[in-house]
């Protein structure tokens, strides 16, 4: 296959790991993406100039630091990046009053109360970049890029930004019930060396108590909520069986403020348990009525306490080259209309039911040796403090972190709904087949919902994984094909269809958030209709890495093309929204024919389904399968995800010694060996780099071994 990477036979010496491979370097010759190799004094000479240029994070209030005097009103112009999807910068006049900054078109809109937005910088990670005349300020939901042409303008914006952020921390921490329920990190001063632990233990706990009691009060606040949601959920609940249309909109919207209620609820919970006895959470669980009376559906959304998935972040976390991300602008000024796609009903036939996980009783195992570790004793601020604004591929992070899968093994888990490929190959209308193509390119992001604060481990140089699958059809294949930087490519080929793609990542932190921008384009060709999609990724967000209810948001638009035909194209948008807002994780499309006429649209929540047709008859394409038992306890796998890295006995002499289920940091890591996995770890990452550095020297490259 001449357009893309060529996956090559492998031999009987592929077997084994040869000298070869032990002691070669990148070289990246594949087709897509395509990037050029540098030299070492290149890369010292692009290092140094980065550190000429790198970001600075602002310090905030520090212990002991208070009466700060009120400062000034400052207002003006600045450019700020444009909202997402759209690109580039526009000016916009800016307020800053008492800590608040507030933005609008022009003076006038402000004088009118029409705000396009309003920012608290007390609570929020600042970051400024000198040089570019750039400041940064992230709020765990929204990333603000904001730039300023003059360098005396920008140096009085960054003076009073200062002073306004440290008067309204200030006043959080004097009176924290006019604050909100986050928190911004901790200054410097907090993590220097004090003169003894006493004095610090209780200068701390003196500073966080005022923070302990508004968030009981949060707490009182949210059950009495929530009790009166759920008698109104009971009353809904006893209407007729068959409601209309607008019952479901009314049923679906109760709920969702339950759920929000809940979820607000388990991050007060969370947040006050490090500050406050055991017996205080275990008194608010005692009053908590949801877990019993919502069934599965809220405990699947609620009960984990961190759902967020790093397991998109796949780019290398230690020694790779350092890329910044230009991505666009994470802020959204869009509508807050009510989302109606769970409000539809669930027109599944049977075939579309298989798709709901078909694979549950397959002879493979149903559960992981050992629970994830307790990740509560780790400081990522510590970690990632100095790392504002920089690409995170050369921060070596623990082994705590990961989980027990790699980057190539979740290129294969891409393809648990594969069934709708088998599908596509079984529809004669070429329309209906993209909408199946469109529902499987979606279903790929579903496993990353309930992943909680963990990320795959990065391959090594040459490293493989193979999954043949009886059950589904498929034979699957992957290697690390370069590792400065990281590219990861696979080939999967079933009797129905040929499935490639080769994917590396940008990402870049923000002090509160994480993007991820994958660069490449993924492949699909169904021979027997001579077709062939080509399609791109999304952009990932981490929110809230450091504190607070951690979570994963997609955004970004998705088209996917048949390439050999020009019948039907099909536009994906995953809509950006924010953590409370009913629209999270929600997707909407269309196909259209080569004229432009929409065919069919298509709805839906990538963690929850994809819809066809207009609600409330539309038709459900496809949903994904039901969680393991205490799948929060096991990384938040699906059950697909806990068979992806089992070794049986027949497998240890049929596959090659460099496929990632040999990998001992993550085989420890997946049996609960914390201690013997960080170090395993540790010891492949410094091999690695020696050997990096070795073949840097002799001018040695990689040549991947079934990629070209």
């Not at 009176?175 to 993590?191: E, Q």
């Not at 082994?399 to 888990?413: A, F, G, I, K």
């Not at 979570?551 to 050999?564: A, L």
């Not at 099909?570 to 929409?598: A, I, P, R």
Request: proline share 5%; hydrophobic share 30%; with cysteine.
């Amino acid at each position: 296959m001449s357009h893309h990477q060529h996956y090559q036979q492998r031999g009987p010496h592929s077997r084994t790991m040869s000298s070869e491979e032990r002691s070669s370097t990148p070289v990246n010759k594949i087709s897509t993406p395509v990037h050029k190799s540098t030299s070492s004094s290149s890369s010292s000479q692009r290092d140094s100039r980065q550190e000429a240029d790198s970001w600075e994070i602002i310090e905030g209030l520090k212990i002991g630091q208070s009466n700060v005097q009120r400062p000034d009103k400052h207002e003006g112009f600045m450019l700020k990046k444009r909202k997402w999807p759209l690109k580039g910068w526009h000016k916009r006049f800016f307020v800053l009053d008492n800590g608040i900054l507030k933005y609008s078109k022009s003076p006038i809109d402000i004088q009118k109360g029409k705000l396009h937005g309003s920012i608290d910088v007390g609570l929020s990670v600042m970051s400024i970049k000198k040089r570019a005349r750039r400041i940064d300020l992230d709020t765990e939901e929204h990333i603000y890029h904001l730039k300023v042409k003059s360098q005396d303008i920008f140096d009085a914006w960054v003076s009073k930004l200062r002073h306004h952020r440290l008067y309204r921390q200030n006043e959080i921490v004097r009176s924290p019930r006019d604050a909100t329920m986050r928190t911004f990190p901790p200054s410097a001063a907090m993590d220097s060396p004090q003169p003894t632990p006493a004095v610090v233990n209780e200068v701390k706990v003196s500073s966080l108590l005022p923070y302990g009691t508004i968030c009981l009060a949060r707490c009182q606040s949210n059950l009495t909520e929530l009790s009166r949601l759920l008698q109104s959920l009971e009353i809904l609940q006893r209407t007729q069986s068959a409601p209309n249309f607008t019952d479901m909109q009314s049923k679906g919207k109760q709920f969702s403020a339950i759920l929000h209620c809940k979820l607000r609820l388990a991050e007060a919970v969370t947040t006050v348990r490090p500050l406050q006895s055991p017996s205080v959470p275990a008194r608010l669980d005692r009053r908590d009525p949801a877990g019993e009376q919502m069934g599965i559906p809220l405990t699947q959304q609620a009960s984990n306490e961190s759902r967020l998935s790093m397991s998109e972040s796949v780019s290398e976390f230690f020694d790779a080259q350092e890329v910044l991300l230009s991505a666009s602008s994470s802020e959204n000024e869009g509508s807050d209309d009510e989302s109606y796609v769970s409000d539809v009903s669930d027109n599944i036939s049977e075939d579309n039911a298989n798709f709901a996980g078909s694979a549950f009783r397959n002879g493979r195992r149903s559960c992981l040796s050992a629970p994830c570790p307790d990740t509560s004793n780790i400081n990522l601020w510590n970690i990632l403090r100095n790392n504002i604004g920089k690409d995170l591929s050369k921060v070596s992070m623990p082994v705590e972190l990961n989980e027990p899968l790699n980057t190539l093994q979740r290129m294969c888990e891409e393809l648990e709904y594969s069934e709708l490929l088998d599908k596509a190959a079984e529809t004669e209308d070429p329309f209906e087949r993209m909408v199946l193509v469109a529902a499987f390119a979606v279903s790929g992001y579903s496993s990353t919902y309930y992943r909680a604060g963990s990320k795959p481990f990065n391959p090594l140089l040459g490293e493989t994984y193979e999954c043949i699958r009886e059950d589904k059809g498929f034979c699957f294949f992957s290697e690390q094909v370069s590792h400065h930087p990281p590219v990861s490519a696979c080939h999967c080929e079933s009797k129905n269809f040929t499935f490639w793609q080769d994917v590396r990542w940008k990402n870049k932190f923000w002090g509160k958030s994480m993007e991820i921008l994958p660069i490449g384009s993924v492949n699909l060709m169904i021979p027997r209709f001579g077709d062939q999609y080509e399609w791109n990724k999304v952009t990932t967000c981490v929110h809230n890495i450091l504190s607070g209810r951690r979570w994963i948001e997609h955004y970004g638009e998705i088209t996917i093309r048949n390439i050999k035909s020009s019948a039907c194209l099909c536009k994906l948008t995953f809509v950006k929204g924010n953590y409370w807002s009913s629209n999270v994780n929600e997707v909407q499309g269309f196909v259209m024919d080569q004229e432009g006429k929409v065919i069919h649209r298509l709805f839906g929540k990538w963690h929850e389904g994809v819809y066809c047709g207009v609600p409330p008859s539309a038709k459900c394409i496809w949903r994904p399968g039901s969680m393991p038992t205490d799948y929060e306890l096991y990384y938040g796998f699906t059950r697909f995800a806990i068979e992806l890295n089992e070794l049986c006995p027949e497998l240890k002499d049929a596959l090659p010694r460099t496929d990632a289920r040999f990998r001992p940091d993550q085989r420890y890591l997946e049996e609960g060996n914390l201690e013997m996995a960080s170090s395993e770890k540790q010891r492949i990452e410094d091999m690695q780099r020696v050997r990096r550095k070795w073949n840097d020297e002799n001018n040695i490259k990689h040549e991947p071994r079934f990629f070209k």
